[in-house]
C-alpha cells in the first residue's frame, strides 16, 4: 500500500511539473488545452447560485401555453 501512495505521489508530482512547465513555455496552447476547458466548468458549476444571487434566474416553465407568432393565439 505505502509503494503505491509514493507512485501515487511521484506520478502526480511529475504531471504538475509538466503542466507548469508547458504553461510557461507555450502558454497559448496550455490554455487552449487546460485553462479554458477548466474555467469553463468553472463558470458552468457556478452560474446557478450567481445568477440566483443577482436575481437573473428564473425557473422555466415545463410547457408554454402561448404561442408569441400567432396573434390570436396569446402572443
Keep these: ?5 509514493i507512485r501515487a505521489a511521484v506520478v502526480a508530482a511529475v504531471v504538475v511539473v509538466v503542466l507548469l512547465v508547458w ?10 488545452v487546460v485553462g479554458f476547458p477548466v474555467k469553463a466548468l468553472m463558470v458552468y458549476s457556478t452560474w446557478r447560485a450567481v445568477a440566483s444571487g443577482c436575481g437573473l434566474a428564473r425557473r422555466r416553465r415545463r410547457l408554454r401555453w ?10
Design 1 to 5: 500500500m505505502t509503494d503505491l501512495l
Design 23 to 32: 504553461r510557461r513555455l507555450h502558454r497559448p496552447s496550455f490554455w487552449l
Design 66 to 75: 402561448t404561442l408569441p407568432g400567432f396573434p390570436y393565439m396569446g402572443g
